[in-house]
């Protein structure tokens, strides 16, 4: 396949969008910008359309998608909408929030992975809602990676991934959240959040108290069907094996400098994800030191995450060494996407 590429220039180019819009009006795929990573798009209503995504990304068919509409009227998609999760929705929409609803028969189960119900995002980064209203309805993206990898925050990163797999790939500067949306599933009683992202738990417990989180039910056995993205399947991860380290600071460095010392006499090629203030801990070793950004800033942090995971594949390491945090506000995200990368191989000092 012979991929556009057009990487804006000039802000909202129409001739771009009208290319695109036919794209996907033609039952093909356009992977563009969000405010959270890029997502890799087609048409949400139309099932052969759908499936070139799961098919260009390897992506599994019980992996639901999320459908991203360009304003808040939702009721040809959902059959109901909570008083609550309408608050929601107009608190944080557009932006990074997925709110899960019980959907209706014009979101084709290609599209909800056979659920009942569907995640529904408007999202604030301009280009995306152009796209979507190119199309003149909703459009199904989740990340524009290859299924597995670090999502990608940058038109580099999703030429990388789908060069060839996908008809068209717009780009428009990096993504300012980097983390992918919030979920919060208001198609049960009392609504979970499956998913946290930069919209917190906290933030959502100001609009709903009922609102529940646990960890556990994040994730979900190989024999259950995941309600949203990211629940059931290695996701985030870096090519080399990651372990995550965390505690108090000095011991999580006196930890991670010994691993270092015994992994490199087993001549290992290390790498070492931690904030910037971190650096000169790690300084005087033979590793790759992959800066998260500074810690008085987990906002940074948020944005260069996935960048930073996909530069120990660019360096080809053989492990990672990353440091953690405490579970709190966007850390918890940011907790989710690493413990996934890491496959969940954390080690408390």
């Known amino acids: 396949m012979d991929t556009k590429k057009v990487n804006l220039r000039k802000g909202l180019e129409e001739d771009v969008f009208r290319a695109a819009g036919e794209v996907l009006r033609s039952g093909g795929t356009v992977a563009f910008p969000t405010e959270t990573v890029y997502g890799l798009g087609a048409d949400a209503l139309n099932p052969s359309a759908v499936k ?98 670090p999502s990608p925050t940058n038109f580099e990163r999703c030429v990388e991934d789908l060069d060839g797999k996908v008809d068209m790939i717009i780009g428009d500067g990096s ?56 629940m059931k399947y290695r996701h985030y991860a870096p090519k080399a094996p990651m372990t995550i380290f965390r505690g108090e600071t000095a011991m999580v460095e006196n930890e991670i400098l010994r691993q270092i010392d015994e992994m490199l006499k087993n001549g290992k090629t290390v790498g070492v994800f931690a904030p910037i203030e971190r650096k000169s801990v790690y300084n005087g070793k033979n590793i790759t030191f992959v800066s998260m950004g500074t810690q008085s800033d987990l906002g940074e942090v948020a944005r260069n995450l996935f960048e930073g995971l996909r530069r120990f594949d660019d360096a080809q390491v053989d492990v990672i060494l990353s440091e953690g945090f405490q579970e709190v506000g966007v850390s918890r995200a940011i907790m989710n996407r690493l413990k996934k990368a890491a496959s969940f191989h954390i080690i408390e000092v």
């Open 175 to 230: 993504s300012i959240v980097g983390l992918e949306s919030t979920i919060v599933d208001y198609s049960v009683s009392p609504p979970r959040l499956l998913r946290p992202g930069y919209i917190t738990y906290e933030d959502l417990l100001r609009i709903d108290q009922e609102v529940v989180y646990e960890e556990a039910k994040t994730r979900v056995e190989e024999e259950e069907a995941p309600k949203a993205p990211g």
């Open 52 to 149: 070139k995504i799961f098919e260009a990304k390897g992506r599994p068919q019980d992996n639901p998608l999320i459908i991203h509409v360009a304003d808040r009227e939702i009721s040809p998609y959902a059959k109901e909408i909570p008083l609550k999760a309408q608050e929601m929705m107009n608190a944080f929409w557009p932006g990074p929030l997925t709110i899960i609803l019980k959907k209706t028969d014009i979101v084709p189960l290609e599209t909800s992975a056979g659920l009942d119900s569907v995640g529904i995002r408007m999202p604030s980064n301009e280009v995306a809602r152009a796209l979507i209203k190119a199309l003149g309805h909703p459009i199904a993206a989740p990340s524009a990676n290859i299924s597995g990898r």
